[in-house]
């Protein structure tokens, strides 16, 4: 080796069988400084890592004191904005911890009356309240933005005594009705439900459907069972622990009461990478830069909440691992069933491929779980608008301003054209605006809605009926150790419990204390503020260029891989292991499953609701040559508009500024007669019937030439017509027979960015619906 060379002490050395993400580990490591070299790197990089090492300590001493302080106030909350309570659920008659407060508008704020309302569920999965609205973009921010009143449902740190889950539910349909009667002349709300609270807002809009404008869940899983191979490993926690019998044992130690922080940890956990090094130590690496983000994170991270024992018994037993909500097995106090199928609002679901605690097929899989197809979603008149980001994690959907920024925004913005659409399945696609675009006062996101069958959902990821018959196996055995555990070891736990255990219980989770322990409780944290005083005012950090730092990210990165490497093992050791013995079909039989019976099934639909679709098929054949010039511009423009089997934003929205025009009809009555149009459209594939009868619609031949004029009017708002809308233009034109079709060119221009706000003007002989707009303020 010659004098001016040097190599890594780690290179060409395999002194045991190394994982493989450490496989490169000699060949890329940065070297280390040789003699000859200066040894000024060293020097800087130790005082820049002392330094940093204090900060960090720092950073951690503030985290653990303002964790203190936020658990230890009752009402705490994240939220950014000014906010009054207006109605407790303590003063229901079943008492809830539960309150609906009306969120402030910041000053400047201008707030549409005629708006419908907006109103935030926020999840009690483990932490307080607030994560819809701890930024300012953010779901609220959106909503301000937009000029909607906003109301928040939040909840305290601790549970009443003896509340459940369905007093939850029932209580928050006492909160809606509030909402309703604040905003008597305004659409139904708005309800955005995030993680935990999408499905319990969903089974709020059960029992009272008509409270409900569009319901959106972001993140919410409602099909626990299923997932795919090799990606979902959270569906396996509970057949690898036996059961829910664990969580009653959890709660009856803590004098029933159960800890958020478990919930919390089984997040962690998933992410071994993250939670043990890398989260720590890009806080460590740029804290000067970093700490304020970290610390307004943790805020809400570190928020840890209680629930009652039965309450979390019941998300187990019931859905978790029982994975009754899309099976019609589950009943409210009054003994009703929810059955997702009688929820008459449209219901927008957010997901993420990213997302590895509710993934698509969880998040998704409750449509096919309910419906055979989309021919019976439309027969139900139900409309079901699914949006997937492609890469965001599970938090990102409500915390990320880039979600808040483009599905947040465009789903609030659109809300009124969501609610206006035909019943079906449709997935919103949003995609970018060129720069050019955006510069000349267009909106940065073009978004549409595509028509799309059950298919498309599949292809998240389905399970195969042998996939369902472990699961069934595993509630099966649940069942048994629940039952063993409440008739022989319950009563002796229950005698073990003291308030003196459960307070010990609480302060030694583990996850509590990676707090408390950097907080100033602790004697050995004392010196940190001063030092870290010392260090930020004589700070020296080290050049990007200093050897020892690039080796110290080096470490840090062969350290995330290989625990994210042993993660990666553990997954799929539990997947194999989950499968093995629960899919055995010896173990199957002990339980109970008979080999060729049916773990899954649609829910039954009734001889009335049968009786009822055949009757509504026979109304829409009927309807084919009824109605007058509304119907057939109705049904011209949705014939020209899905020529790409897809409706764009600016489209609906002039769609959605014809309906105000019609003032003979209010909006309920426009979006039947929208449906109607639809339903007749769909009852051939090439649609003939229902173009054919458009001469039977309007026979005068001036209205016919109007008709063509507004269509064009109303389909060119996004822009010049493309060659499939001309052709079917083209089409509609002949069959009523207008000869001098107007140039689509000089008739159609791009129109500005819309916000959502437009005119209408209606003549005698014409309906037109002009969007005009000017741009979003930035």
């Known amino acids: 080796m010659s004098a001016n060379t040097t190599s890594s002490p780690f290179t060409n050395q395999s002194l045991w069988p190394l994982p493989?993400?450490?496989?490169s580990w000699g060949s890329e490591a940065p070297q280390w400084p040789g003699p000859s070299a200066s040894s000024a790197p060293l020097p800087e990089y130790l005082v820049d890592a002392w330094q940093r090492t204090v900060l960090f300590l720092e950073t951690l001493r503030e985290r653990g004191n303002e964790q203190e302080k936020i658990t230890s106030s009752p009402l705490a909350t994240v939220l950014i904005y000014d906010h009054e309570i207006i109605l407790s659920g303590r003063s229901l008659e079943r008492p809830i911890n539960f309150s609906l407060s009306r969120?402030?508008?910041?000053e400047g704020t201008i707030i549409d009356p005629a708006k419908r309302p907006v109103v935030i569920v926020d999840p009690r999965a483990g932490q307080g309240p607030g994560i819809g609205g701890f930024k300012s973009v953010s779901e609220i921010g959106e909503a301000f933005e937009h000029g909607h009143a906003v109301y928040f449902i939040g909840f305290a740190a601790q549970p009443e005594p003896g509340q459940t889950f369905l007093d939850v539910v029932e209580g928050q349909v006492k909160f809606f009705e509030h909402v309703v009667a604040?905003?008597?002349?305004?659409?139904?709300?708005l309800a955005i439900g995030n993680c935990q609270a999408g499905y319990q807002t969903l089974l709020v809009a059960v029992q009272r459907p008509d409270l409900f404008g569009v319901g959106m869940v972001a993140g919410s899983p409602m099909s626990y069972w299923q997932g795919v191979h090799g990606k979902n490993p959270m569906r396996y926690a509970g057949g690898m622990l036996?059961?829910?019998?664990?969580?009653?044992?959890?709660?009856?130690?803590?004098?029933?009461k159960f800890d958020g922080t478990w919930l919390i940890l089984n997040f962690d956990t998933l992410n071994l990478g993250n939670w043990l090094w890398s989260k720590q130590y890009e806080v460590y690496a740029d804290v000067d830069s970093d700490q304020q983000r970290y610390l307004g994170f943790e805020?809400?991270?570190?928020?840890?909440?209680q629930l009652n024992g039965s309450e979390i018994q019941y998300l187990v037993d019931e859905m978790f691992i029982g994975d009754r909500l899309t099976r019609n097995e589950l009943r409210g106090n009054d003994g009703t069933v929810f059955d997702l199928r009688n929820i008459t609002s449209p219901i927008l679901v957010l997901t993420s491929e990213g997302d590895n605690i509710s993934p698509p097929p969880q998040t998704l899989g409750w449509i096919l779980d309910l419906y055979k197809d989309v021919d019976e979603l439309r027969a139900e008149g139900r409309t079901i608008v699914y949006c997937v980001n492609p890469t965001?994690?599970?938090?990102?959907i409500f915390v990320s301003a880039k979600v808040g920024g483009k599905e947040d925004e465009e789903m609030i913005r659109l809300v009124d054209v969501i609610e206006l659409l035909p019943p079906g399945l449709y997935e919103m696609v949003i995609t970018p605006t060129s720069e050019e675009e955006v510069k000349a006062g267009k909106l940065p996101w073009n978004t549409s809605f595509e028509l799309r069958t059950f298919d498309n959902l599949r292809a998240y990821g389905r399970n195969t009926p042998e996939d369902d018959k472990a699961f069934a196996a595993v509630r099966r055995l649940s069942e048994i150790n629940h039952s063993l555990y409440r008739t022989f070891l319950r009563p002796f736990v229950q005698t073990l419990s003291t308030p003196q255990l459960s307070d010990f219980i609480l302060k030694s989770n583990p996850l509590r204390l990676s707090y408390t322990f950097f907080a100033d409780g602790n004697p050995l944290m004392k010196p940190v503020a001063k030092l870290a005083e010392e260090a930020r005012a004589n700070r020296r950090p080290a050049s990007e260029t200093n050897p020892y730092l690039v080796l110290q990210k080096h470490v840090s990165d062969q350290i995330n891989a290989t625990l994210s490497a042993i993660g990666?093992?553990?997954d799929k050791l539990i997947e194999q292991s989950f499968f093995n013995f629960y899919g055995n079909p010896v173990v199957q039989g002990l339980l109970g499953l008979n080999d060729g019976e049916p773990v899954r099934q649609l829910p039954p639909v009734s001889p009335e609701k049968r009786e009822q679709r055949k009757r509504q098929a026979e109304a829409v054949t009927a309807r084919i040559s009824v109605g007058g010039y509304d119907e057939a511009l109705v049904r011209s423009v949705l014939?020209?508009?899905?020529a790409h089997h897809r409706f764009n934003d600016r489209t609906l929205l002039a769609l959605n500024e014809l309906g105000r025009s019609l003032t003979h009809l209010n909006l309920d009555k426009y979006k039947e007669l929208v449906g109607a149009q639809f339903d007749v459209l769909m009852l051939d594939p090439a649609h003939d019937q229902a173009i054919n009868a458009l001469p039977e619609l309007v026979s005068d031949a001036a209205a016919r030439e109007n008709l063509i004029k507004d269509t064009i009017e109303i389909v060119g708002a996004n822009g010049v017509l493309t060659g499939p809308e001309e052709q079917r233009l083209d089409h509609v034109a002949q069959v009523l027979k207008v000869a001098d079709e107007p140039d689509t060119a000089e008739q159609t221009k791009p129109v500005p960015a819309l916000t959502g706000k437009a005119s209408a003007k209606v003549t005698d002989g014409t309906r037109k619906a002009i969007t005009t707009s000017t741009p979003v303020a930035e």
């Open 242 to 256: 036996g059961g829910s019998w664990l969580t009653e044992l959890v709660s009856d130690l803590s004098g029933g």
């Open 639 to 642: 014939y020209v508009a899905l």
């Open 299 to 305: 805020k809400w991270w570190g928020d840890f909440i």
């Open 568 to 570: 990666d093992a553990r």
């Open 20 to 23: 493989a993400p450490l496989a």
């Open 103 to 106: 969120i402030i508008p910041p």
């Open 182 to 189: 604040r905003h008597p002349d305004a659409p139904k709300p």
């Open 392 to 396: 965001v994690g599970h938090l990102a």
